[in-house]
């Protein structure tokens, strides 16, 4: 089993900047929301995360590599889920 962060790093860098390598070039996108999902007995707590980042450029849902000063580098499934008032906000779900 792969292990990451987990909910409680996440919530401590809620507000921050994280850098996404896309292609040949850097994004950097804030993450604005940590939240708990239902828990299932015997299995670490689900959370999904909200990233807001500019309208362009636009990511694709897919696996982006995440960079964080605390967390380091991560792989993170990206998925957009609202564009609106010149961002565009992409959820990613750990369950």
């Known amino acids: 089993m792969i292990s990451g962060p987990d909910y409680a790093a996440f919530a401590e860098c809620r507000g921050q900047l994280f850098t996404?390598?896309?292609?040949?070039?850097?994004?950097a996108i804030e993450l604005t929301a940590?939240?708990?999902l239902p828990a299932v007995p015997?299995?670490?707590q689900p959370f999904s995360l909200?990233?807001?980042?500019?309208l362009e450029p636009f990511m694709q849902q897919m696996t982006y590599r995440l960079?964080?000063?605390h967390l380091g580098e991560l792989s993170v499934f990206l998925v957009p889920v609202?564009?609106?008032a010149g961002t565009t906000h992409y959820e990613a779900i750990f369950n």
């Open 42 to 44: 015997g299995r670490s």
């Open 82 to 84: 609202e564009s609106k």
């Open 20 to 27: 996404v390598a896309r292609e040949q070039e850097m994004l």
């Open 50 to 54: 909200t990233f807001s980042g500019p």
């Open 67 to 69: 960079s964080h000063p």
């Open 34 to 36: 940590v939240e708990a």
